[in-house]
């Protein structure tokens, strides 16, 4: 019998429902190879414009405080302009303040003026920028930038209003894909993408395998249905209503994540941010309206007996999610909501481990790493397990890849059994990111059909239901265990 357990704290950072990927950020997801993104300059790509007739970048002085001017001969932060998509050609810029660019060179708290980028044919590098009066920026000095140029050029390296792009980071979610194409044409790639891309027989293939649960990212627009705020499309709730209706059928347990609140909790594309700005937290608004669609999904499948629980945020990071929003998000430290999380018996405390994104596991060896997760990730959780198993905890997501190169197979059994056998201490359970991906390390389905991966249940286990006082405890300090929670991202 499953117990419902209606909360879920996610407060640690290291789609089938919601498309991502995030280049160096995060896991190129599954999705990328089953839907095609369009070919245009999207939300949030990250742009410097090099003068050609002072060989020198533009730049928001103070960061947008101060007007545009040319005189940068290396780009950084100030240097780089941030495209927020109206169409094709046309967009608004926004500088490293979050202000947005006007023709005048100065800056405006809103984006009220758009820009057009002008490619020359042969070389799509090399730009003009069309102001809304018509006319060209040009960088007449290093200190003035202008909106006053003709349309008049040769295109030359003495032309002022000639630019060569760099383009730094680009994103590739939801939002993205979305703004994209196009509300019909959206709907269109993403209604066929939910129909095929995850469908029943999967459902199956999780439960013949051992796991028992699955975790559904799913962003704050699935609320609004059937009508979400633009650039968003419907669709996404009749998908999750489909996976709870075959995670019943097959006795699976759901996990419905909250990957994206309004506004963005982080700056990657899986949180459906724009442009990499995160805004999340910053107004009481956005956090209201996460609290309403947390309990839109509880609400929703509250007598659904497959819901295991409801995640309230996916990896909130500050400086937005800072320490006093606590109890309306979260954190980005492991330690500061345990005390808070443990008033409450149907708590859990979710880590995410990967030896991937920073420069500590840049050079280590297969074996370096199977000792990292081993030992260090072994004392990364029993710091967050409490005896009493308030909170209960969770690695919400793991994943046997890592920067080694020319890994045997062998290497990559013991780097995932490892973490198996770490993981299994957790109390609520683990999942693995993903169920299927382009990349096969990060498919748990492919790792499970090609042998690298083999799930011992005996290995795993976790509790299920919420510890009441007076709740009898092994001899290690744990609960006393029912069956398994093995999880596995279905995205």
């Given at each position: 019998m499953r117990v419902l357990l209606p909360l879920l704290l996610l407060v640690i950072c290291s789609s089938w429902l919601l498309p991502q990927s995030a280049g160096a950020n995060r896991t190129l997801q599954a999705e990328a190879g089953a839907v095609r993104r369009p070919r245009v300059r999207a939300d949030g790509t990250q742009l410097q414009f090099k003068s050609v007739a002072w060989n020198r970048y533009l730049a928001a002085e103070k960061g947008g405080g101060a007007p545009i001017v040319a005189d940068r001969e290396k780009p950084s932060g100030w240097e780089t302009f941030k495209l927020w998509r109206i169409n094709e050609t046309t967009f608004n810029f926004r500088v490293f303040g979050n202000q947005f660019s006007r023709r005048d060179g100065h800056h405006a708290g809103g984006p009220s003026e758009t820009f057009q980028l002008v490619r020359r044919d042969g070389d799509k590098n090399r730009v003009r920028i069309r102001a809304p009066n018509g006319l060209f920026l040009q960088a007449k000095t290093m200190k003035s930038v202008t909106a006053d140029h003709s349309e008049d050029t040769n295109w030359g390296d003495d032309d002022p209003s000639v630019f060569v792009t760099n383009r730094v980071a680009h994103l590739r979610g939801e939002y993205q894909l979305c703004n994209g194409y196009g509300i019909r044409k959206a709907r269109q790639v993403l209604r066929n993408h939910w129909r095929t891309f995850i469908t029943e027989s999967d459902f199956s293939f999780i439960a013949s395998s051992g796991l028992n649960a699955v975790r559904i990212p799913v962003g704050w627009w699935i609320a609004s249905y059937p009508h979400p705020p633009r650039p968003f499309v419907g669709g996404s709730l009749q998908t999750l209503d489909n996976a709870f209706t075959w995670a019943e059928r097959y006795n699976l347990g759901v996990i419905v994540d909250l990957h994206a609140a309004p506004g963005a909790q982080n700056p990657y594309e899986h949180s459906a941010t724009r442009d990499g700005s995160q805004e999340w937290?910053?107004?009481?608004?956005?956090?209201?309206?996460?609290?309403?669609?947390?309990?839109?999904?509880?609400?929703?499948?509250?007598?659904?007996?497959?819901?295991?629980?409801?995640?309230?945020?996916?990896?909130?990071?500050?400086?937005?999610?800072?320490?006093?929003?606590?109890?309306?998000?979260?954190?980005?430290?492991?330690?500061?909501?345990?005390?808070?999380?443990?008033?409450?018996?149907?708590?859990?405390l979710d880590v995410h481990y990967y030896n991937l994104f920073t420069s500590r596991f840049a050079h280590l060896t297969a074996d370096e790493n199977i000792d990292f997760a081993r030992k260090n990730r072994s004392s990364?959780?029993?710091?967050?397990?409490?005896r009493n198993g308030r909170p209960l905890t969770f690695v919400g997501e793991w994943v046997a890849e890592w920067n080694v190169r020319g890994a045997s197979k062998r290497d990559y059994q013991r780097f995932a059994q490892v973490q198996q056998e770490v993981y299994g201490r957790a109390t609520f359970g683990w999942a693995y990111w993903m169920l299927k991906n382009v990349n096969h390390h990060w498919s748990m389905q492919w790792m499970i059909q090609n042998g690298y991966i083999t799930l011992d249940s005996s290995r795993s286990r976790a509790i299920v239901s919420p510890l009441d006082n007076g709740e009898q405890m092994d001899s290690a300090g744990r609960p006393m265990l029912q069956d398994a929670v093995q999880v596995i991202q279905v995205s």
């Amino acid at each position: 019998m499953r117990v419902l357990l209606p909360l879920l704290l996610l407060v640690i950072c290291s789609s089938w429902l919601l498309p991502q990927s995030a280049g160096a950020n995060r896991t190129l997801q599954a999705e990328a190879g089953a839907v095609r993104r369009p070919r245009v300059r999207a939300d949030g790509t990250q742009l410097q414009f090099k003068s050609v007739a002072w060989n020198r970048y533009l730049a928001a002085e103070k960061g947008g405080g101060a007007p545009i001017v040319a005189d940068r001969e290396k780009p950084s932060g100030w240097e780089t302009f941030k495209l927020w998509r109206i169409n094709e050609t046309t967009f608004n810029f926004r500088v490293f303040g979050n202000q947005f660019s006007r023709r005048d060179g100065h800056h405006a708290g809103g984006p009220s003026e758009t820009f057009q980028l002008v490619r020359r044919d042969g070389d799509k590098n090399r730009v003009r920028i069309r102001a809304p009066n018509g006319l060209f920026l040009q960088a007449k000095t290093m200190k003035s930038v202008t909106a006053d140029h003709s349309e008049d050029t040769n295109w030359g390296d003495d032309d002022p209003s000639v630019f060569v792009t760099n383009r730094v980071a680009h994103l590739r979610g939801e939002y993205q894909l979305c703004n994209g194409y196009g509300i019909r044409k959206a709907r269109q790639v993403l209604r066929n993408h939910w129909r095929t891309f995850i469908t029943e027989s999967d459902f199956s293939f999780i439960a013949s395998s051992g796991l028992n649960a699955v975790r559904i990212p799913v962003g704050w627009w699935i609320a609004s249905y059937p009508h979400p705020p633009r650039p968003f499309v419907g669709g996404s709730l009749q998908t999750l209503d489909n996976a709870f209706t075959w995670a019943e059928r097959y006795n699976l347990g759901v996990i419905v994540d909250l990957h994206a609140a309004p506004g963005a909790q982080n700056p990657y594309e899986h949180s459906a941010t724009r442009d990499g700005s995160q805004e999340w937290g910053t107004t009481d608004e956005n956090i209201a309206q996460t609290v309403q669609v947390i309990d839109f999904l509880a609400s929703r499948y509250a007598r659904s007996p497959s819901l295991l629980a409801v995640s309230l945020l996916n990896s909130p990071l500050p400086p937005r999610a800072t320490p006093p929003s606590l109890t309306r998000g979260g954190s980005a430290d492991a330690t500061e909501l345990l005390e808070f999380a443990g008033r409450f018996s149907r708590a859990v405390l979710d880590v995410h481990y990967y030896n991937l994104f920073t420069s500590r596991f840049a050079h280590l060896t297969a074996d370096e790493n199977i000792d990292f997760a081993r030992k260090n990730r072994s004392s990364e959780l029993a710091a967050v397990t409490r005896r009493n198993g308030r909170p209960l905890t969770f690695v919400g997501e793991w994943v046997a890849e890592w920067n080694v190169r020319g890994a045997s197979k062998r290497d990559y059994q013991r780097f995932a059994q490892v973490q198996q056998e770490v993981y299994g201490r957790a109390t609520f359970g683990w999942a693995y990111w993903m169920l299927k991906n382009v990349n096969h390390h990060w498919s748990m389905q492919w790792m499970i059909q090609n042998g690298y991966i083999t799930l011992d249940s005996s290995r795993s286990r976790a509790i299920v239901s919420p510890l009441d006082n007076g709740e009898q405890m092994d001899s290690a300090g744990r609960p006393m265990l029912q069956d398994a929670v093995q999880v596995i991202q279905v995205s």
